[in-house]
């Protein structure tokens, strides 16, 4: 009984985000730093529209989105984010602990807000708002300093269907995201979850990227699990089986 990834992210937008006297607002749980990317501050929000059994956000905030976090506005996350980034030295931000596309006048308006001063945005997503929005990607490639991460459930729609749970068509829309991503002209590239996927999977990937566009078979990042206490619970709940896997603090250095 698979879900519509659509329709998903559309239910869990209704939950995490409202309209406020400045703008939309969106929950939101922290901000911290990460040791991603070498350093960078990450605004943690709120609601995913996929349910990935390998995903490391705890139950609380994945499967209960309506009562974690608080409401924020852009500017109140782009000061945190500004503020953490100037104490840190870092001059890398990102929004993670859910699905930073939902709710794009947020996002928007967020990127707004840190325009000109100076910083890199990662965005990370599962690319499935931006394949269902046509205008989505265009809306991006005004902000220069943002650099997409469409992050690949698996290789194909079969292992995109076994890991999220969702419709196999959910695959079909993450590539979707990046050729559109690719047709306006947004700096970006795939990472894929490959810990549950045999190799010649892999490799019929790379070979779709390709088709898509040659820099994105080039430039994959290969994503593999991390084994956190809940991580590893919800795993063997779903009896997934994986090929590769790292213990938080063995991650070796060029994943991180
Ligand atoms: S897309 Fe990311 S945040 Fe959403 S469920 Fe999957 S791993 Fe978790």
Not at 26 to 52: E, H, N, Q, S
Not at 222 to 228: G, V, W
Request: glycine letters at 8%; charged letters at 25%.
């Amino acid at each position: 009984m698979f879900y519509n990834p659509v329709q998903r992210h559309l239910a869990i937008e209704k939950l995490v985000t409202r309209m406020g006297p400045k703008g939309q607002e969106r929950k939101y749980y922290r901000i911290r730093p990460a040791r991603w990317y070498g350093g960078i501050i990450t605004a943690d929000c709120v609601g995913c529209g996929l349910l990935c059994k390998f995903c490391w956000v705890s139950d609380a905030v994945m499967l209960r989105p309506a009562d974690a976090g608080r409401f924020y506005t852009p500017r109140k996350i782009a000061d945190g984010l500004v503020a953490l980034a100037k104490k840190r030295s870092l001059d890398l931000l990102r929004v993670s602990g859910g699905e930073p596309t939902i709710g794009k006048p947020h996002l928007l308006q967020l990127l707004d807000a840190l325009q000109g001063k100076g910083y890199r945005f990662i965005l990370e997503t599962n690319g499935i708002p931006i394949a269902n929005d046509e205008s989505y990607a265009e809306n991006l490639s005004k902000y220069g300093f943002v650099h997409v991460r469409v992050s690949l459930k698996g290789c194909n729609e079969e292992e995109f269907a076994m890991l999220t749970g969702a419709k196999p068509n959910g695959f079909t829309l993450q590539l979707k995201a990046l050729q559109n991503l690719i047709d306006a002209g947004v700096s970006c590239h795939p990472s894929v979850m490959a810990s549950f996927s045999p190799r010649k999977s892999l490799q019929a990937l790379i070979r779709t990227l390709r088709q898509i566009s040659s820099s994105l078979a080039e430039e994959a990042e290969i994503e593999e699990l991390i084994l956190y206490p809940h991580v590893i619970k919800r795993v063997r709940m779903h009896k997934l089986k994986y090929y590769t896997a790292y213990t938080p603090k063995r991650v070796p250095p060029e994943r991180i």
